[in-house]
């Protein structure tokens, strides 16, 4: 019978692993994106830092996912397209209004504590 020690270590193996398999498919957009977009070195030195940027992102809400249990339900591609559902509109006198949200939608935001 695993232990919670074990349990932990499991979901950290698949981290790696997934950090791993994120590296290479980044590597590999990178290496497309930049033959396109490149013309000098500090459009170079941008576009890898947003790209950083936008690893470390997706590492903590794949973090927050195993974490919350998200992570068996959800892809981090499936979990955001069911977030970005969510709409908030600003009336003319400045109230904010946020489009009614789904149960899923709900179970996700309460999972990871927060609010839409």
């Known amino acids: 019978m ?6 932990w270590r499991g979901k950290a193996f698949l981290l790696r692993v997934d950090q791993k398999r994120i590296g290479v498919s980044l590597n590999r957009r990178v290496k497309i994106e930049l033959a396109k977009t490149v013309r000098t070195d ?3 030195r941008g576009y890898l830092f947003i790209a950083f ?3 470390i992102l997706r590492m903590k809400l794949m973090r927050l996912m195993v974490e919350a249990g998200l992570s068996k339900r959800f892809s981090v ?13 600003i ?3 400045g109230q904010k209004i946020t489009t009614e949200t789904t149960k899923k939608q709900r179970e996700i935001l309460d999972a990871l504590n927060m609010c839409a």
């Open 2 to 7: 695993p232990t919670s020690r074990n349990t």
């Open 42 to 44: 500090s459009t170079l």
């Open 53 to 55: 940027l936008a690893l």
């Open 91 to 93: 009336l003319p006198d």
């Open 77 to 89: 591609a499936g979990l955001l397209t069911e977030l970005e559902k969510i709409k908030i509109m």
